[in-house]
């Protein structure tokens, strides 16, 4: 069974040691959008975050948005931001992560996947051999099949914890 363990558990995004990623030859980043990037069910991405994204893209990291949700939606939280995106990507499934590695010029080796959720994001990303950074969700009021989903990550987490 592929196992849900992080490689990285941070406390924020702001937190992900950029600098242990670019030794570990990490060029392209796959992020994801709700509760990650935005608030769920809002599409503002936060300046400090909008900061942080063009400095990710001046130390030369490839960026790419990869979301289960809608190009509306996707398009909506990244109006100003002139990154690609990926949508409608059944996380867990391989194929959104594949599409957007050949996007973005990347392979298993050298692309990180951030994502606030274990059994998409992460195990998406476990499943192709991609370095996987947890981060904690930004807001706590989600749709109801989330919040069972996050009850049963919490087990799983306080297992590698
Ligand atoms: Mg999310």
Redesign the pocket.
Known sequence: MTTMKPDFFVNSLLEIPLDVLKDKGIQGLII?????LTNWNCSVIDKEICKWLADLEKQGFKIIIVSNNSSERIEASLSKLNLPYVPYALKPGKRAFLKAMKILGTTVNTTAVI???LF??ILGGKRLGLTTILVP?LNKKEFIGTRIMRKLEKIILSRYL
């Not at 994801?32 to 990650?36: G, R, V, Y």
């Open positions: 994801d959008l709700d509760n990650t994502g606030d959720q998409t994001d969700p």
